[in-house]
């Protein structure tokens, strides 16, 4: 569309028979992609971390939406094929903490459990975060995970596809060039996928039937966002799962001030040795 005689991109959320507005209105120039990038979930969520942090919706989009990339677009599309079962998580090793097997029961049964995990000196954390994804993914929901960089990433995607199994999740993160990311995302928004992990970005990832998100030592500067309107992935988490319904898990080796108060609020319960 032009504003001031120059052409602008932008999303198109929804279609009106007609407008509030009584001056008249200019036609778009034309529809780049036909892909459905901006579900209607990002776009709340998009649209509350906006107001939260006191910035503009187009710049939380920005983050939230990766840049098009027509050959990854048209690379692969939709297919009618059902999602493999994933098989049920071994709970050995939550049971070393009081609730932690009760905690992977209630993501296997759909119920959405809200913990701040206080991880044991030692602990294979990735292989936790990955049998809490299996029990959600069990469930017939979604999973989001974040980690502070590429090597806790690298770490996680590992325990996933020992979990979960191989193409049962993406991951995301900027080191990734444009079309590798794009097609990994688009994996995601097309529903090939369950299962998403990655670095801050992630934390927006559109991950359908979302029953799980989860940020790993949330304390790390790198989970906050270095560009305006500068959100937290912590933050962003759990403003999709209070939208959403969805459980939570925050998981580190000490706790943050913001993660001992979801404690003391009652919102999220202590989940420890």
Known sequence: MRFSGQLVDGFVLARLEASEHPGKLAFLQRAVSAEAVLSTEIGTVARQVADRYAGTLADVLRLAVP??????????????EPLPEVAAPAADGW???ATGAA????????????????????EDWPARLAEATAACVRSGRGAVLVVPDQRDLDRLDAALTAVLGDGQHVSL??????????????????GQVRVVAGTR???????????????????????????????????VLLTRAQHGGGAVLIGAYGRTAEAQLLIESGWAHELAR
């Open 173 to 190: 993160s900027a080191a990734l060039g444009p079309e590798a990311r794009y097609r990994r995302w688009l994996r995601a928004s097309r």
């Open 95 to 97: 049971q070393r903490y």
């Open 67 to 80: 840049p098009r990339h027509a050959r990854a677009e048209n690379a692969a599309r939709t297919t009618d």
């Open 201 to 235: 970005a992630a934390a927006f990832a559109p991950v359908a039937d979302l029953g799980l998100v989860a940020i790993w030592d949330d304390g790390d500067d790198l989970h906050a966002e270095p560009r305006a309107p500068y959100p937290h992935a912590r933050q």
């Open 103 to 122: 905690y992977l029961t209630a993501l296997q049964d759909g119920r959405s459990p809200r913990a701040v995990w206080g991880a044991l000196p030692g």
